[in-house]
């Protein structure tokens, strides 16, 4: 087998170097739409990437000119509902299709996960449709209800229930356990990295809704923040952070979450990889 003759200094200094250069265009973006975020409105073009002066008062008038306040609450409160239902409808829909024998599994699973190839925007007129039939424009019920339940959170449970040792259903039929037991008492405490993931993923997904939210929001009170970064776009055209700092407001949440959560993402990302 072949080995490389640097020494191992200068190879761990390439893998550093080469991690450094991709951390560098990484954060650049970030960089600049922070330096942004936090200069006048009138000196945001110059020297743009060095924080020359500093004031509060365009993260300010971000935050009142697009209701950013009432969006931030309304946008946590639909992705924490969004997620929570589809935790429970994928770990039920996955443990039936990994558990339970009934005919037509297969076929049923495969038009299942063929509703992941349906764009939403080809249902958004239908839902509109519906949502205002049951009296939900501009409500959480109306914001959250097209996402309770996710294909891609079904497949990915049913794969981790498909890993689990057959022996473990068939200890917990002798010790009396039926399905909903052994659902709760075994599956799902084995499954805890991939459901943390899921949620983080569809906390995410629910959190940076735009279309939806346009289309059944009359009331500016119902914008969730993607809503509100739209009404700071159409701002006053000498005012172009405004715009950068409402989006470093509705990124700091996010930011937050995924450094808490960053372990468990990983581990859901990785759970099942190797086997043995």
């Keep these: 087998?072949?080995?490389?003759?640097?020494?191992?200094?200068?190879?761990?200094?390439?893998?550093?170097?080469?991690?450094?250069?991709?951390?560098?265009?990484?954060?650049?973006?970030?960089?600049?739409?922070?330096?942004?975020?936090?200069?006048?409105?009138?000196?945001?073009?110059?020297?743009?990437?060095?924080?020359?002066?500093?004031?509060?008062?365009?993260?300010?008038?971000?935050?009142?000119?697009?209701?950013?306040?009432?969006?931030?609450?309304?946008s946590t409160i639909v992705s924490l509902i969004v997620t929570m239902a589809q935790l429970v409808t994928s770990v039920l829909s996955a443990y039936a299709f990994a558990?339970?024998?009934?005919?037509?599994?297969?076929?049923?699973?495969?038009?299942?996960?063929?509703?992941?190839?349906?764009?939403?925007?080809?249902?958004?007129?239908?839902n509109r449709s519906t949502i205002q039939d049951l009296d939900w424009l501009n409500s959480f019920q109306g914001l959250a209800a097209p996402f309770l339940a996710t294909a891609f959170g079904t497949f990915l449970l049913r794969q981790v229930f498909l890993q689990l040792p057959k022996d473990l259903?068939?200890?917990?039929?002798?010790?009396?356990?039926?399905?909903?037991?052994?659902?709760?008492?075994?599956?799902?405490?084995?499954?805890?990295?991939?459901?943390?993931?899921?949620?983080?993923?569809?906390?995410?997904?629910?959190?940076?809704?735009?279309l939806w939210p346009t289309v059944i929001s009359t009331d500016d009170d119902w914008n969730t923040v993607q809503s509100g970064l739209r009404t700071l776009s159409q701002a006053q055209i000498d005012k172009p952070n405004l715009v950068i700092a409402g989006t470093v407001i509705v990124a700091l949440p996010i930011f937050l979450v995924l450094l808490v959560f960053q372990r468990q993402l990983v581990r859901g990302l990785t759970a099942g990889a190797v086997k043995g």
Excluded: C
């Excluded at 399905?179 to 709760?184: I, P, S, T």
């Design 1 to 74: 087998m072949a080995t490389s003759t640097l020494p191992r200094g200068w190879r761990a200094a390439g893998r550093y170097g080469l991690l450094t250069a991709v951390a560098v265009v990484v954060l650049f973006p970030i960089w600049v739409m922070v330096v942004g975020a936090f200069k006048p409105f009138g000196d945001v073009l110059q020297d743009p990437l060095l924080p020359t002066s500093v004031t509060l008062e365009t993260l300010r008038t971000a935050w009142r000119d697009g209701n950013l306040g009432r969006a931030l609450v309304n």
């Design 99 to 126: 558990f339970l024998r009934f005919p037509g599994r297969t076929f049923a699973f495969g038009v299942f996960l063929a509703t992941l190839l349906v764009p939403f925007e080809a249902t958004v007129v239908v």
């Design 169 to 210: 259903r068939e200890a917990a039929r002798m010790d009396g356990l039926g399905h909903l037991g052994f659902m709760r008492e075994v599956a799902v405490p084995l499954a805890r990295p991939s459901l943390g993931a899921l949620a983080l993923f569809g906390f995410l997904s629910s959190w940076n809704q735009y």
